[in-house]
């Protein structure tokens, strides 16, 4: 689940006897074409940086695809897809969609 409110999520789930995992991913915005997803793949691949999971959507208020990426590495998958000006969505530019 990505929530707007991590803790009262937490809280809530936990309440409710679910087994909670809190993990960082990273957000990007890919264009919503053939090759937009794999454009962004060949960043990560580039500096050997292993997807673990990801899932896309697509937003009526944007003209990108949404891909959220779990990867070995947050910090290290963060600068290449920065340093290669991917653009990658804030956890606000992610509640505006």
């Known amino acids: 689940l990505i929530v707007s ?4 999520a937490i809280n ?4 409710e006897k679910f087994t909670v995992k809190e993990t960082d991913v990273i957000v990007v915005g890919v264009k919503d074409e ?4 794999n ?16 899932y896309a959507f697509v ?6 695809a949404i891909v959220v990426v779990k990867i070995e590495n947050y910090e290290d998958g963060v600068k290449a897809l920065e340093d ?8 606000e530019d992610l509640a505006e969609l």
């Not at 053939?34 to 997803?37: M, R, S, Y």
């Not at 454009?39 to 990801?54: A, R």
């Not at 937003?59 to 990108?64: C, I, P, V």
């Open 12 to 15: 809530a789930l936990k309440e």
């Open 84 to 91: 290669a000006n991917a653009n990658i969505l804030s956890k």
């Open 34 to 37: 053939p090759n937009g997803l």
């Open 5 to 8: 409110d991590n803790e009262t």
């Open 59 to 64: 937003s009526s208020k944007t003209d990108e």
């Open 39 to 54: 454009t962004m793949l060949e960043i990560l691949e580039k500096e050997s940086i292993n997807v673990e999971y990801l």
